[in-house]
């Protein structure tokens, strides 16, 4: 059974014309890429490119080892897709992280491809999925990283969910998620014991 996605969420109007079939070609896409098969081959054989004027709909797939953009029409025919993938480091036990830039890099470098590649034809909505529990610092006046991006695979802040387990009840309570590592709430407490310079901006930005 075809069931919704929510990285579908770009609009009234296109998701009115996203059928099951489009979901379904997107996981046969799917499936071919993890399988080494390009899913730009595979898509762009399947369809003649739209004629000048036609709106098209991006979506961006940020995920925690690579980016993938879709670009498609309003009859869901994926005109050109691409993959960036990117590099997770280990550079201590249980810790994973990425390179934010990087992240930033390949989202424009794929916007920019799927605008070239659209030509005349508007790009006239756009959505994002994103990974949800990954975690990082930034400038709050330069907008600049000024950590690494912790994955949600990242399990450093261990300490901190030992230190609160009693409490574990009125966390799930509050939040409605597990008391975990994988969630920002942990990382951001250890972050800020382990790195004064974290502590000492973030008290300088709420004054």
């Known amino acids: 059974m075809c069931q919704f996605n929510p990285f579908f969420l770009i609009g009234e109007r296109l998701l009115r014309i996203i059928s099951c079939r489009l979901l379904n070609l997107l996981k046969l896409s799917w499936t071919r890429l993890y399988e080494g098969t390009y899913i730009a081959t595979l898509a762009e ?5 739209p004629m000048s004027n036609t709106p098209l709909y991006l979506i961006i797939d940020q995920g925690t080892s690579s980016t993938k953009s879709f670009l498609f029409d ?3 025919n994926i005109i050109h897709t691409e993959k960036i993938n ?9 810790h994973v992280e990425c390179d934010p830039k990087t992240i930033l890099n390949a989202c424009k470098r794929l916007i920019a491809k799927s605008i070239i590649v659209a030509g005349s034809n508007p ?16 400038g709050k006046n330069s907008a600049e990283p000024v950590t690494q991006a912790l994955s949600w695979q990242d399990s450093r802040a261990q300490n901190i969910v030992n230190e609160l387990s009693n409490h574990s009840d009125w966390i799930w309570k509050q939040t409605g998620v597990p008391l975990s590592p994988h969630f920002g709430g942990p990382k951001f407490l250890h ?3 382990q790195h004064h310079n974290l502590k000492k901006n973030r008290e300088v930005s709420s004054t």
Do not use: D, E
Request: cysteine-free; overall charge positive; proline content about 3%.
């Open 123 to 138: 790009i006239t909505k756009m959505g994002m999925a994103v990974q949800r529990s990954t975690f990082l610092f930034w």
């Open 45 to 49: 054989s399947q369809v003649a490119f």
């Open 191 to 193: 972050m800020i014991r």
């Open 86 to 94: 990117h590099k997770l480091q280990s550079l201590a036990p249980v």
């Open 74 to 76: 309003g009859a869901g």
